[in-house]
């Protein structure tokens, strides 16, 4: 579903993904899952694979995007920005 | 201790500015560091319901040792009880002690505490332990703890009424 290097179409959006570990700007599929920037944020920032991380966007920091949900169905729009959040195990 | 106490207060006045960013938009509560034990504490409400608890963080000897995390409760000040902490559904937030159970919590550490969980892992060194991944800063772990509680199911209230 990445596909940044391809010019943006109406069907895509670029996000931004902010981690403790930076920021990452990528383009998504409208119709991508939240797993699917999940999946691409974890391995952008190298973060363990074996993880349970949460997406939530920065301007509702307390809902988290359930992962099998779509993009279009949060009405993410184009520029906005999602925090990528390591939920931390318990051991 | 074996860390400078500049080094540790430099370090934690870098590191609470992104925790003050983004608790700004979570509504946490920060007291100023206090410089004598070079401590915090920070409030989080729950959304699921509306529960409020009080985080103390203790960062002497940081980073060479892991933060002292521990709850407190808000109306009495009683610290580390079970009606201070949050209930998760796995053991993160874990009822012996309670403690915050993985290794960014020095609380959770059988050297620190002998009544804590973990005697199989070794303070110095946190970061490289593979169970805490990502939390090896207070951003990090701040965001965990919140996120713990914004999660119903995952949140199950406070650990005792």
Not at chain 1, 28 to 51: C, E, L, P, R
Not at chain 1, 64 to 77: F, G, N
Request: proline share 5%; with cysteine; aromatic share 10%.
């Amino acid at each position: 579903m990445e596909n940044v290097n391809k010019g943006q179409n109406d069907n895509e959006l670029t996000l931004v993904i902010k981690s403790t570990s930076g920021n990452w700007t990528c383009t998504y599929s409208k119709t991508a899952k939240v797993q699917d920037v999940i999946n691409g944020a974890v391995a952008h920032f190298s973060f363990a694979t074996n993880g349970k991380y949460e997406l939530v966007l920065e301007s509702k920091p307390d809902e988290t995007l359930k992962p099998e949900r779509t993009l279009v169905s949060y009405h993410i729009s184009d520029g906005d920005v999602l925090v990528l959040i390591d939920f931390g195990a318990a051991v | 201790m074996s860390v400078d106490r500049n080094i540790t207060l430099l370090r934690i006045k870098k590191e609470i500015v992104p925790c003050l960013e983004y608790g700004s938009k979570c509504g946490w509560i920060f007291s100023d560091i206090d410089e004598s034990d070079l401590s915090f504490l920070v409030k989080m409400k729950s959304p699921v319901d509306d529960e409020e608890y009080q985080i103390e963080v203790i960062l002497d000897d940081y980073p060479e040792l892991p933060p002292f995390l521990d709850f407190i409760e808000i109306d009495t000040g009683k610290k580390g009880t079970k009606k201070a902490y949050p209930k998760s559904r796995d053991s993160f937030f874990h009822p012996t002690l309670p403690c915050i159970c993985n290794p960014c919590s020095r609380k959770s550490y059988k050297s620190f505490n002998n009544g804590a969980p973990h005697q199989d892992w070794n303070m110095i060194g946190w970061q490289q332990n593979s169970k805490v991944r990502s939390l090896t800063n207070l951003e990090a772990i701040l965001k965990a703890i919140y996120l713990r509680i914004c999660i119903d199911g995952e949140y199950l209230g406070r650990m005792e009424k």
